[in-house]
C-alpha cells in the first residue's frame, strides 16, 4: 500500500477539532440567509479572502465574527453534521469535539439550544454513520474566571452529554494558572480535563497546564520541544499531545511543513496524534493533515500507523474499543 492509501485506509481519531472551526463558508452563507444576519462578505470568495490571518489572535477575531451567525438549535445540528459527513470521507470513526458555549451563550444564545443540537447530531451520527464522538466544552480563557465558573454551573445539568472540559482562545497572557479553581471545581464533578497549552505559548505554560490542571491531554503541546525535562516528563507519563500540522502551518507556529517537529515528537517516544484543529479555516480536514505531513516530513507506513495508533490510545474511548481498532489499524498493509 502506499501512503496515501495507507492514510485513507487508516481508522483515525480526531481529538483536536473546534466545532465552530468546522462551519464552511457556503453552509455559514445559508445559516446566515436563514436567520436573516447580515455578515460582511458578498459571496464565498470573499469569506475565503478574508482567511489571511498569521496568528492565532488573527484567526480568532474572523472565527468568531463566522459563528455570530449560529442561532438555532438546528443551526448547530447543521454545523455538526456537516463535520461529520468529512469524517466519514477521512475514514474518522471515532470524534471529541470542542465546543464553545460563550461564544454563543454571550450573545443570548441558551447553554440548550447549542448543546442540544450537537447532541443529536452526535446521535445521528451514531445511528446512521457508525461514529462515535464525545463532547469537550472549552472555557475562552481571554474571559474571566468568574466567566468560566458560570459556564460550568450551566453545564452539570449536561454533565453526562460533556466528556470533559478544555480550554482554548488567546494563549498569551492567559496562563493556565488562571484557571486552576475552575479546573479543581470541573475535575471534582467529574469532567476529564484538557487544555490547549505550547502553540504560542512557551513550554511553561505545559508546566502549569499539567501540574495545576492535571490534564489528561495536552492540545498542540508543540512548543515543549524548547524544554528538555519537560519533553522527559511527557514521554515518562505518555502524555498525549493533539498536534495539528496545518493549523501550526497558517498560524505561522511553523514556517514551513519540512520544519514541523511532529516526526521529531514522534521519534523521541511522546505520545503525538494528528489532528484538523478548525478545518474550515486551516485548509484541511484529516486526511489533508495526514498528507501534508507524510510528504513534507516523509513518513513512513510505520509512522503513520503509529499515528493513528495514538489517536484510539489518546481517546476517551474504553480499552476494548481501543483494542478494536488498534487490531485494524495493525492488520494493514
Ligand atoms: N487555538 C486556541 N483557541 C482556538 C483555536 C486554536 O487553534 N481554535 C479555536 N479556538
Ligand atoms: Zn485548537
Known sequence: MNQLELICALP????????????????????AQRNQIDIPYQSV?????????????????IYYAGAQVLVHEQDFYDLAWA?????????????????DPQTH???????????????RACDDAQTKLGISSNLIMCFLRHLSEDAAFATLEQALPYKDQIIAVGLDSS?????PSKFERVFAKAREAG????????????AEY????????????????????????????????????????????????????????????????????????DPSYFGGYMNDNFVAISQALDLSNAELKQLAVNSFEASFISAEEKQKWIEQIQALG
Open 12 to 31: 483515525k481519531a480526531e481529538l483536536h477539532v473546534h466545532i465552530e472551526g468546522t462551519f464552511e463558508p457556503e453552509l455559514m452563507f445559508a445559516i
Open 45 to 61: 470568495e470573499e469569506v475565503k479572502q478574508a482567511y489571511n490571518f498569521h496568528n492565532l489572535q488573527s484567526f480568532l477575531d
Open 83 to 99: 463535520y461529520f459527513e468529512k469524517c466519514v470521507e477521512d475514514r474518522v470513526v471515532h470524534t471529541e469535539m470542542f465546543f
Open 105 to 119: 451563550t454571550e450573545r443570548g444564545v441558551a447553554f440548550a439550544t447549542v448543546i442540544n443540537g450537537l447532541q
Open 171 to 175: 494563549e498569551v497572557g492567559h496562563p
Open 191 to 202: 469532567f476529564l480535563v484538557v487544555a490547549h497549552a505550547g502553540e504560542e505559548g512557551p
Open 206 to 277: 505545559v508546566w502549569e497546564a499539567l501540574d495545576l490542571l492535571k490534564v489528561n491531554r495536552i492540545d498542540h503541546g508543540v512548543r515543549s520541544e524548547e524544554d528538555p525535562v519537560l519533553m522527559q516528563r511527557l514521554i515518562a507519563e505518555k502524555m498525549p499531545l493533539t498536534v495539528c500540522p496545518l493549523s501550526n502551518l497558517k498560524l505561522c507556529v511553523v514556517d514551513d511543513m519540512a520544519q514541523h517537529n511532529i516526526r521529531r515528537l514522534l521519534q523521541q517516544g511522546v505520545k503525538v496524534t494528528v489532528n484538523s484543529d
